[in-house]
């Protein structure tokens, strides 16, 4: 069945970087765009970016641009958030996810806290 591990999450400062993974299996995953969202709390979940299925393209909520990348390796069935200068407004649960057939599938779920 269709699996989203994420990874990489933690406290870190304001001004700080961090890079989140999610591993993917169950399916084919270099066939389907892959999306990062994030949840904050007393939020909605918001979509944060999403990358094509060969990572040509990828677009970003506005308050991220700049900010994050998201990139893919399809050999390692990965995607990958890279963010840099973190604000404490980044602070949320964020989540992998592959939406196939109209359904979508959602990882567990890794927490990113910005403080001091």
């Known amino acids: 069945q269709v699996q989203l591990v994420e990874s990489g999450g933690g406290l870190v400062q304001p001004g700080g970087s961090l890079r989140l993974s999610c591993a993917a299996s169950g399916f084919t995953f270099s066939r389907y765009i892959m999306s990062w969202y994030r949840q904050g709390p007393g939020k909605e979940r918001e979509l944060v970016a999403s990358i094509s299925t060969a990572g040509g393209s990828t677009n970003y909520a506005d308050s991220m641009k700049g900010r994050f990348t998201i990139s893919r390796d399809n050999a390692k069935n990965t995607v990958y958030l890279q963010m840099n200068s973190l604000k404490p407004e980044d602070t949320a649960m964020y989540f992998c996810?592959?939406?196939?057939?109209?359904?979508?599938?959602w990882g567990q779920g890794t927490q990113v806290t910005v403080s001091s």
């Open positions: 996810n592959v939406r196939m057939y109209q359904v979508n599938y």
